[in-house]
């Protein structure tokens, strides 16, 4: 398997606390800068239709401004297929998106939506931009995901973590049996696969020990350890945790 495994550093809630004050600080492509020195190999920006946290300034300071990809993701609505179109970023990751959540909660359901997604997803890998899709393991989204076009998908884990913390250790292990069955049958399709979804320091390493998974996506965890220990050491244990997993 890759020994590397890439890391997405996800700044949406730096956004998210300089909103709470509708100041001009925090900045997140200062965040984004310092998470590119720390060792990032990508980063991830949401930018929602109520614009709670990105805004689509946020998007234009990121395209100029970072040296490494722009992972972004977005609702699959004509407006955010639009400004896609127009930045032209190295990733799109389609996600479900409700305005009453405080973060995404579940998977997208590519399968109950095969030929829209499959006219939505069509111009953006046209464009040159890698589309991933943001699915929970079932094999039926994974499939979908194939057939609609896009080159790869994100597994969602927050199940997995939220089972961790509750201390349900049985039920997840049983979910951490899931992902590795999806990332194999994923790769098996031919899709590059990634995941994320509130992955901390204690629940990163048996997801980065998935041979077939490629990258992770990792923001609320490493901006609120960022308070205690700074952004860029935050960003060096979890990639030294992600390393270890792999060796």
């Not at 984004?32 to 949401?46: K, N, S």
């Not at 127009?86 to 109950?112: F, S």
């Amino acid at each position: 398997m890759p020994k590397t495994q890439r890391l997405g550093v996800n700044i949406d809630h730096v956004a998210t606390i300089r909103n709470a004050r509708g100041s001009s600080y925090p900045d997140p492509l200062r965040a984004a800068l310092m998470a590119q020195e720390a060792g990032a190999d990508g980063i991830t920006a949401h930018l929602r239709e109520d614009r709670r946290h990105i805004r689509d300034g946020d998007i234009d300071a990121l395209m100029a401004g970072i040296k490494v990809p722009l992972n972004f993701e977005m609702a699959a609505t004509p407006e955010m297929q639009t400004i896609a179109l127009r930045h032209i970023p190295h990733a799109c990751c389609i996600v479900p998106e409700k305005r009453e959540e405080v973060t995404t909660e579940g998977g997208l359901d590519v399968a109950g939506d095969l030929a829209r997604l499959t006219d939505y997803v069509a111009p953006l890998v046209e464009a040159g931009i890698r589309v991933s899709m943001f699915i929970g393991h079932d094999p039926a989204q994974i499939e979908a995901s194939a057939k609609i076009g896009a080159q790869v998908i994100e597994l969602h884990t927050g199940h997995y973590c939220d089972l961790h913390h509750a201390g349900d250790f049985g039920a997840r292990d049983a979910e951490l049996e899931a992902l590795r069955a999806g990332a194999a049958y994923a790769d098996s399709l031919g899709l590059e696969v990634h995941a994320g979804h509130g992955l901390t320091y204690d629940t990163v390493t048996p997801i980065a020990a998935m041979k077939q998974i490629r990258e992770l996506n990792i923001g609320h965890f490493l901006i609120a350890e960022a308070i205690f220990s700074g952004l860029g050491p935050a960003i060096t244990h979890m990639r030294k945790l992600m390393d270890a997993a792999r060796g």
